[in-house]
């Protein structure tokens, strides 16, 4: 089970020496990759009393793609993973071509996980649909392998029409493994019949379990090998003492997760600096692979 860190977006400041410091942090305790949330606007909450979202204006987020070019310069073996960049609220050409460059930058080190997001805010202000982007999402799917294994291609779908084109540089990976996220029945059916492994936002209890195992039937359903589909699960450390950060991590491997992500956010750290702190702890505690 590949062990990684959730480089932690909201509360790391501006201070490029810490993205520099964290990221050699991160190889020099043995992680093995670095995930990045993705969210391009923040809804301020000035004029809305009922906003219930997760984050708003008042949350940093830097660029996956600017924030990985970055640390790929940095080091030489971590992997680079989106854990989620928002797809449908992108332009498809533009994301095959931001991540078929980093793939290059990283030497193949890059994992695409992308999803359809719930803040539609964001898809106003980026001037795409929020109703289809499920829908939209599938033949995204379809085009950028198209664009990552052939120099030109002629493609005519639904949404998106590529007249005898293509991108340059190719990525090293042909085609880059693309993930996906989310917490819905159309989500996990999505991802197990089209992606490359799926990203769980659950613990590994009785209920999660049950949801890992209805994912893996759904693989089976479409023709492919459970066996051979990734799953990236996340350990949490807010408000939990070791024994249940080990309990989580333990649980993970038990059904049979590929990797596992160690976050900090929102556990209350005062300085980007603590980050570094609790993932060189958990290391130390519960073992890096």
Not at 65 to 85: C, H, P, R
Not at 131 to 148: A, S, V
Not at 179 to 187: K, M, N, Q, V, Y
Request: proline residues 6%.
């Amino acid at each position: 089970m590949q062990v990684g860190v959730v480089f932690p977006q909201t509360e790391s400041g501006t201070d490029p020496g810490f993205i520099r410091d964290y990221t050699q942090a991160a190889g020099e305790l043995g992680y093995r990759h670095v995930l990045a949330y993705d969210h391009v606007l923040g809804a301020s909450t000035r004029n809305r009393p009922d906003w219930t979202g997760p984050y708003s204006s008042e949350d940093i987020f830097h660029e996956p793609f600017v924030l990985f070019g970055y640390m790929a310069a940095l080091s030489q073996n971590l992997e680079f993973v989106t854990g989620v960049i928002i797809s449908p609220q992108r332009q498809t050409v533009l994301l095959a071509k931001q991540a078929a460059s980093l793939d290059v930058l990283c030497q193949g080190k890059f994992r695409l996980g992308i999803g359809v997001g719930w803040n539609e805010i964001e898809y106003i202000g980026l001037n795409e649909n929020f109703r289809n982007r499920g829908k939209r999402e599938e033949e995204q799917i379809e085009l950028m392998r198209l664009l990552w294994t052939n120099e030109v291609i002629d493609f005519h779908g639904e949404f998106h029409h590529i007249p005898d084109a293509g991108i340059n540089p190719l990525p090293v990976q042909r085609p880059i493994p693309i993930w996906l996220g989310g917490r819905s029945e159309p989500a996990y059916k999505r991802a197990a019949r089209m992606a490359d492994g799926f990203m769980p936002q659950f613990p590994p209890d009785e209920r999660g379990a049950e949801t890992i195992a209805r994912i893996r039937q759904y693989a089976r359903d479409a023709g492919r090998n459970p066996d051979e589909f990734g799953i990236e699960a996340r350990v949490s450390l807010m408000d939990k003492p070791v024994d249940t950060w080990r309990q989580e991590f333990e649980g993970w491997r038990d059904l049979g997760a590929s990797h596992v992500t160690v976050n900090t956010m929102r556990m209350g750290l005062s300085k980007p600096q603590y980050h570094i702190d609790m993932v060189r702890t958990f290391a130390e505690e519960i073992g890096v692979e």
